[in-house]
């Protein structure tokens, strides 16, 4: 069995991850961190885990028993994973960080859109954990950076056009629909049932700090540059992702050759699922479950291709994919723990 560490388990991707490790058969979870829920019961903050989990979050400082764990995984927000993800990596455990601190191979992209980096030795030996693409680089990783939930579905969404060569570049237009869990457990106003429920709104337009993770994976996929416009929106509900990709394309291709073309790309991944020509995914289909949904179009009339995507943005877009790469990174079978169906309804 794999001892398996969770610090900053009880936000929602640490939640998450608890809750998956419950279902996996190689791993025993041996220590959960909290501050704010330190000395409390998991059952207490967590009542659905109360039969399946027995542990006590402890403080990141009184940790004693993540010395004893093979692997961590690292649930802290942005900016804070850095002061703990080194002592970390010099015990020789194994990371999967699912905040940004370590997604940027430049250290000057994360510090213009997040803040100073203060472990930036370790971000050349990080592996981008977005599974499909980076499995072989992920199989020998000691750190792994886990993708933003809108990178993962729009990533997925690109690679195969990009990697074939199917479209212009420079016409690539992202709109993005969030439920308000992507937001995080943390109170704040524009995260309050009022201020969400029968609304729509776009946030950080031209602005979203996962444009620049998002362009840095293209361009490494094209091999060249990649600059694309991004708006993201909150929608009134708990869970997932759906992404409208705009492009136009750059050579002759019908719909049926474009589905091909993802269908042949995607042909070994088990979380990867193509709507049938014609019909498009919803988070519905993939709520509560590891998978992303696509969907692709042509509309003739414009020669734009319409890529649609659906995730769990806590779970393909976050733990999911997190306990995805631990797999990966530790020789078990990809889809341990994580194989269940979605909800529905």
Excluded at 56 to 72: L, N, R, W
Excluded at 107 to 126: F, G, M, N, R, V
Excluded at 174 to 195: C, P
Aim: aromatic residues 8%; neutral net charge.
């Amino acid at each position: 069995m794999i001892k398996v560490a969770i610090i900053g388990a009880s936000g929602y991707t640490g939640l998450e991850l608890m809750r998956l490790s419950t279902q996996h058969t190689h791993i025993e979870l041996i220590a959960v961190s909290s501050e704010k829920f330190a000395e409390k019961k998991v059952g207490e903050v967590l009542p659905s885990l109360s039969s399946k989990i027995k542990l006590a979050f402890h403080s990141i400082t009184e940790g004693k028993d993540v010395k004893e764990a093979d692997f961590v995984f690292v649930a802290l927000p942005h900016r804070e994973a850095m002061s703990v993800v080194p002592q970390l990596i010099k015990q020789g455990k194994k990371v999967v960080d699912l905040s940004a601190d370590f997604r940027f191979r430049n250290p000057a992209i994360y510090e213009k859109w997040y803040q100073k980096h203060t472990a930036p030795e370790l971000l050349k030996d990080a592996v981008y954990g977005l599974s499909e693409l980076y499995r072989e680089k992920i199989k020998n990783a000691q750190l792994v950076a886990n993708p933003g939930c809108y990178p993962t579905a729009v990533l997925l969404s690109l690679a195969p056009v990009i990697k074939n060569k199917v479209i212009d570049l420079n016409t690539i237009i992202v709109d993005a629909k969030s439920g308000v869990s992507g937001a995080g457990r943390s109170v704040v106003l524009s995260s309050l049932y009022t201020e969400v429920n029968e609304g729509v709104k776009a946030y950080k337009v031209a602005q979203h700090q996962h444009t620049p993770e998002m362009e840095q994976e293209l361009s490494l996929i094209a091999q060249k540059d990649i600059t694309l416009s991004f708006t993201p929106h909150l929608i009134p509900m708990n869970r997932g992702i759906l992404s409208t990709i705009y492009t136009t394309l750059s050579v002759k291709i019908s719909e049926e050759e474009v589905y091909d073309l993802y269908k042949a790309f995607y042909q070994k991944d088990t979380f990867v699922r193509m709507c049938p020509l014609g019909t498009f995914p919803s988070t519905h289909q993939v709520k509560g479950s590891n998978y992303c949904d696509m969907g692709v179009t042509i509309d003739s009339r414009t020669n734009r291709l319409i890529i649609i995507s659906a995730i769990d943005n806590l779970l393909k877009g976050g733990s999911g994919q997190a306990m995805q790469n631990m797999n990966i990174m530790t020789g078990l079978s990809e889809d341990l723990g994580i194989n269940q169906p979605s909800l529905f309804p």
